[in-house]
């Protein structure tokens, strides 16, 4: 199974800043087929981007996805309130699917 | 798009639990439900899927203890977990799973296996 690397594990920002959060897969997702969800305690996860770079419906353009291959990253470019939560990425190219560990973005 | 699941359970060891999931507001038999869950203060974990023609994919740790099954008549689907141990112990998810990707998730069941 393709196993996801999230980092770092926790990042502490300040509201205004920008978030830069990586996932590395152990070999190349097929057609980018990677996803990006945001959690907060007590509630289901959010779809936040699929296909690597495609924002879901209803999502902020503050959140950006890029990356091909093996490597991704989830870029939150001026955080608010809001965005301090769990990051959690998702590969569907392979089954079993994946998920990597998560990345808490907490306020410093 | 809606996926309300059942309520909170509580299991001793060796029992089965029964979780559902209904879906409302999209065409059920047009996607599938994957199902994820989650240990107290830890990550997900995908713990298998069942297709909108009915296959079914488990990850091979659950093999043998897990069945995912949909009623087409009620938009519900169901997730079986047997032989249930303390590690067994998390939120159970559902989610609308539309080729891999889970745009629409229940409100989680928890699920707490315990003598």
């Known amino acids: 199974e393709i196993v996801l690397t999230q980092s770092p594990g926790t990042l502490s920002l300040s509201p205004g800043e920008r978030a830069t959060l990586s996932c590395r897969a152990s070999?190349?997702?097929?057609?980018?087929?990677l996803v990006w969800y945001q959690q907060k305690p007590g509630q289901a996860p959010r779809l936040l981007i699929y296909?690597?770079?495609i924002r879901a419906t209803g999502i902020p353009d503050r959140f950006s996805g890029s990356g091909s291959g093996a490597d991704f990253t989830l870029t939150i470019s001026t955080l608010e309130p809001a965005d301090f939560a769990v990051y959690y990425c998702?590969?569907?190219?392979?089954?079993?699917?994946?998920f990597g560990q998560g990345t808490k973005v907490e306020l410093k | 798009v809606q996926l309300v699941q059942s309520g909170p359970e509580v299991k001793i060891p060796g029992a089965s639990v029964k979780v559902s999931c209904k879906a409302s507001?999209?065409?059920?038999?047009?996607?599938?439900i994957s199902w994820v869950r989650q240990a107290p203060g830890e990550g997900l974990e995908w713990m298998g899927r069942?297709?909108?023609?009915?296959?079914?994919n488990y990850v091979q740790k659950l093999q043998g203890r897990v069945t995912m099954t949909t009623d087409t008549s009620t938009n519900t689907a169901y997730m079986e977990l047997r032989a249930l141990r303390s590690d067994d112990t998390a939120t159970y998810f559902c989610?609308?799973?539309?080729?891999?990707?889970?745009?629409?998730w229940g409100q989680g069941t928890h699920v707490i296996v315990s003598s």
């Open positions: 069942i297709t909108s023609k009915g296959d079914t």
């Open positions: 998702q590969q569907y190219g392979t089954s079993p699917w994946t």
């Open positions: 507001g999209y065409i059920f038999s047009s996607d599938g």
């Open positions: 296909g690597a770079s």
């Open positions: 070999q190349t997702i097929i057609s980018n087929y």
């Open positions: 989610a609308r799973d539309r080729h891999g990707r889970l745009t629409d």
